[in-house]
């Protein structure tokens, strides 16, 4: 049982649950980039909740207080969710006056199941639950991979990059109380996949010497990662194909 249902409408059906609140995501046109969310009762009907300026990829409940919220952002317009309405308007007519071509000047700027992804990251944000406030807590440049919450702290995988990305993505952590994000391991050895927490202890789960080995757990100590077990098994393949 649940008290209500939050339901975003966006590019794709998918359900995560909340504290009290479970999330669909489904389409909805829209001249802007929003997602829109609508409340989902038990008997199966629906109230509007709120529109957010992002393209929501998912939203978690951090605290009392904020979502956190991933978000696909494009740099030419990093910071959409504080545009106007007429800086909105402007961009929207920017890109429709070129939409017969598009520029690569990145890699990778294309993703399968995704499609072109030239200048586009995954940022976090923060959103207050009370006036909807939005606050990134990343670079631009970030694009994160995999998030824990644990308490008032965030933790997630992200590899920052301007024009190439690097298979060597480094371990974050977002303090809420104190605003601030620390990079508490900066990887230049591993291939990071995911960062997870069972019970109070935070593994990361990486290939040691590949990206395409089974996968092994590490936990993070003083800025250094031991291995703690090794499995056969792949979590995620770089190789994989569109056909």
């Known amino acids: 049982s649940y008290d209500t249902?939050?339901?975003p409408f966006q590019k794709r059906v998918s359900v995560t649950h909340l504290k009290d609140h479970m999330l669909i995501r489904k389409i909805e046109k829209s001249d802007f980039i929003q997602s829109s969310f609508s409340y989902l009762n038990e008997d199966?009907?629906?109230?509007?909740a709120f529109t957010l300026p992002l393209a929501v990829n998912s939203i978690k409940d951090l605290n009392d207080e904020y979502y956190l919220v991933e978000a696909t952002i494009h740099l030419e317009c990093a910071n959409y969710h504080q545009y106007t309405d007429e800086?909105?308007?402007a961009y929207h007519e920017h890109v429709k006056d070129e939409e017969d071509?598009?520029?690569?000047?990145e890699y990778p700027f294309f993703f399968n199941g995704a499609g072109f992804i030239n200048g586009t990251r995954n940022n976090l944000f923060l959103v207050n639950k009370k006036d909807l406030t939005i606050t990134k807590i990343t670079n631009d440049t970030m694009d994160v991979e995999s998030v824990e919450i644990k308490d008032d702290m965030v933790y997630f995988v992200g590899n920052d990059y301007e024009s190439m990305k690097t298979m060597f993505a480094s371990i974050y952590?977002?303090?809420v109380k104190q605003d601030k994000l620390t990079k508490i391991y900066d990887n230049k050895q591993y291939f990071i996949r995911k960062c997870i927490f069972v019970k109070d202890q935070l593994f990361i789960v990486a290939g040691i010497k590949t990206c395409i080995e089974g996968q092994s757990f590490l936990t993070?100590?003083?800025g250094k990662l031991t291995q703690v077990l090794k499995t056969p098994y792949m979590l995620h393949s770089s190789i994989?194909?569109?056909c």
Do not use: A, E, F, H
Not at 44 to 48: N, V
Not at 101 to 105: A, G, I, K, N
């Open 87 to 89: 800086q909105k308007k």
């Open 101 to 105: 071509y598009l520029v690569l000047d």
């Open 173 to 175: 952590q977002y303090d």
């Open 5 to 7: 249902v939050i339901v």
């Open 220 to 222: 993070l100590k003083d």
């Open 240 to 242: 994989g194909s569109d």
């Open 44 to 48: 199966g009907t629906t109230k509007d």
